[in-house]
């Protein structure tokens, strides 16, 4: 009986063990965790990291479409430096993104401010204004490139019947005109993330702060600038910084409409990045003006880190 | 009580309407010229607003002359394969970061959201030139290989916030019954955050159809298109363009984003303003 048992004790514990210590360890947090996170982990370090890395090599090589490079140094960043038309692309890039924010957050907030009250079919309303971010932009451009049509643009034809000009206005053929269309159309898609994002925000503001400031006879402005901003402002500030990296990053808008002319008026990096690499096969070249994106990501990237930690 | 009208009216009505009449406007201007005949929309003397005799042409010419039912199969099929792999791993990963809390879910949880931050704008060239080396050119799956790389982090980041707010105390109970991890999150977590689990899904299906680069990149052969490319390379053609049909493209490949959109509008600003406020 005794005997008996001592065996069966060893056998369980021989088989048990190895059992028992793959189940400790999948009790341990480090290893479920590392388990749990494994696959986004090997994708994001796979298609993400990597080629963010092998980016900034190429960039330092010639490569072209079909031959690997070798490496030349810094001579991608010397020739772009020279080259008026990147010098050009540098100036639409930060006016594209400093104009086209701008006009976002100003015309977004004041829809949010708007619709930031309650009224019959409010919730329409809401997905209404979400439509323009909603609709693939490549599909929704197309629809500007036809408005904007040299000949048939529905604008200039009201204008036109109204006796305020005599021949179509040239909206994408006018190095100006382009730009302020390519701004438009950007400003159109962008409104509702703006507005959505802030609505979630005012709504947290606390009537009664308003109440008290009207009893003080406050006015509108000072309400705005003494309520409204202070409590908003985390979130204005994160909604900008992600509206500044969409938008210095942007590439399908300007590429349908305009494909960075007339003459590299409305070429920003991304589309110029696209020219020089893909159609025109200069990899390396391609590479080194996407990593000119890079300084103001990682502006906004580390500005948004302070906010985080000062979060927390 | 007229007082309080007008008041009403200059700062609530006229600038809603304003509002709405600029984010509507060109979605107008697309069904006008979808049923609208080539004579029509090239006479100048008519009124552009307005469809005087209705016509299928455009839609027709759409469907049986180019290969748009193939372009939008292929949209829909890259779009749920890629939001299918970015739903399952991103499941997993924020409920290990949020959740499990082991060594270094901190840095990853940051890490994470950093890669929400890069654009495809820097990461294509490189992707193109490995695309090119694993011999996935110009196919469906590098589109499906490659979307979840920007739709991970986000899926992550709001499924990380959805996680934040589900009692741990439940979880605690059930592993206590002697429950393991993976019982408890598929029996506990995963019922729990379904709504967070579908505004993540219409999120990530969402972006998939609307991306554009990437597809420009990768494919080449016409039926192997996405809606968007195949839209303007090959109904453009040098100074031709196809208006008619082209809006009709437009239109037709927005309605399946637009349906998802609007069965489930409250789970996508939802998600939005979720994200955000992390």
């Not at chain 1, 269309?181 to 959505?196: E, K, L, Q, Y």
């Not at chain 2, 455009?58 to 290969?67: A, K």
């Not at chain 2, 490319?229 to 049909?245: M, S």
């Amino acid at each position: 009986m005794n005997h008996e048992t001592t065996v069966t004790d060893e056998q369980t514990g021989l088989i048990g063990r190895s059992w028992q210590r793959t189940s400790l360890a999948l009790q341990q947090r480090g290893v479920i965790g590392v388990l749990f996170t494994m696959p986004v982990g090997v994708i994001l370090l796979l298609l993400l990291a990597y080629p963010f890395v092998l980016g900034i090599w190429l960039s330092f090589t010639d490569t072209i479409v079909g031959r690997t490079g070798k490496f030349i140094g810094l001579e991608n960043y010397l020739y772009l430096i020279f080259d008026d038309v990147f010098l050009l692309t540098t100036f639409n890039t930060l006016l594209y993104t400093a104009v086209a924010v701008l006009l976002k957050l100003i015309f977004g907030f004041a829809l949010a401010i708007v619709l930031n009250r309650d009224f019959k079919g409010k919730g329409l309303v809401r997905a209404i204004v979400l439509l323009p971010w909603i609709v693939p932009t490549a599909l929704s451009t197309i629809v500007f490139w036809w408005l904007f049509d040299s000949q048939f643009s529905c604008f200039s034809w009201v204008l036109m019947k109204m006796g305020l000009i005599s021949t179509p206005i040239d909206f994408l053929g006018n190095p100006n005109n382009a730009r302020a269309s390519v701004i438009a159309v950007n400003v159109w898609r962008g409104i509702p993330f703006f507005t959505i994002g802030l609505m979630a925000g005012l709504q947290t503001i606390n009537q009664s702060l308003y109440e008290a400031a009207d009893i003080d006879g406050a006015g509108p402005w000072v309400k705005f600038k003494s309520i409204t901003l202070p409590v908003i402002m985390p979130l204005l500030a994160v909604i900008t910084t992600f509206s500044i990296i969409w938008t210095f990053a942007d590439f399908h808008l300007i590429w349908i409409m305009t494909r960075g002319g007339p003459a590299n008026a409305t070429h920003i990096y991304g589309t110029l990045s696209y020219q020089r690499a893909i159609p025109g096969g200069h990899l390396g070249e391609g590479a080194a003006i996407s990593i000119f994106i890079f300084p103001i990501l990682l502006v906004c990237v580390l500005l948004t880190a302070r906010y985080l930690r000062r979060e927390d | 009580m007229p007082q309080g009208f007008l008041q009403k009216l200059v700062k609530f009505y006229i600038p809603l309407a304003l509002f709405l009449l600029f984010l509507l406007f060109p979605f107008y201007w697309m069904l006008v010229t979808t049923f609208k005949s080539d004579v029509e929309l090239y006479n100048l003397s008519l009124n552009p607003f307005y469809i005087y005799t209705w016509s299928l042409t455009n839609v027709e010419h759409l469907i049986f002359d180019t290969p748009f039912l193939k372009w939008l199969y292929n949209t829909l099929l890259v779009s749920i394969i890629s939001a299918f792999i970015s739903l399952a791993t991103s499941l997993l990963a924020a409920y290990g970061i949020q959740r499990i809390r082991f060594r270094g879910s901190n840095f990853m949880g940051i890490a994470i959201f950093f890669c929400y931050l890069v654009p495809p704008t820097i990461l294509f060239i490189p992707l193109a030139t490995m695309v090119f080396k694993l011999k996935i050119w110009d196919s469906l799956m590098s589109l499906s290989l490659i979307y979840p790389t920007f739709l991970i982090p986000f899926c992550t980041w709001l499924l990380m916030g959805y996680f934040k707010s589900i009692p741990k105390e439940l979880e605690e109970c059930a592993m206590m019954d002697g429950a393991s991890r993976l019982w408890v999150f598929f029996k506990v977590i995963v019922p729990l955050s379904l709504p967070g689990i579908l505004s993540a899904g219409i999120f990530a299906f969402t972006l998939s159809w609307n991306e554009y680069l990437y597809a420009l990149t990768f494919i080449s052969s016409s039926a192997k298109k996405t809606v968007s490319i195949g839209l303007v390379t090959e109904l453009v053609r040098g100074d031709v363009y196809h208006w008619g049909p082209l809006m009709a493209g437009a239109l037709l490949g927005s309605i399946p984003v637009a349906l998802v959109y609007s069965f489930f509008v409250e789970y996508y600003v939802a998600g939005m303003t979720g994200a955000l406020k992390e």
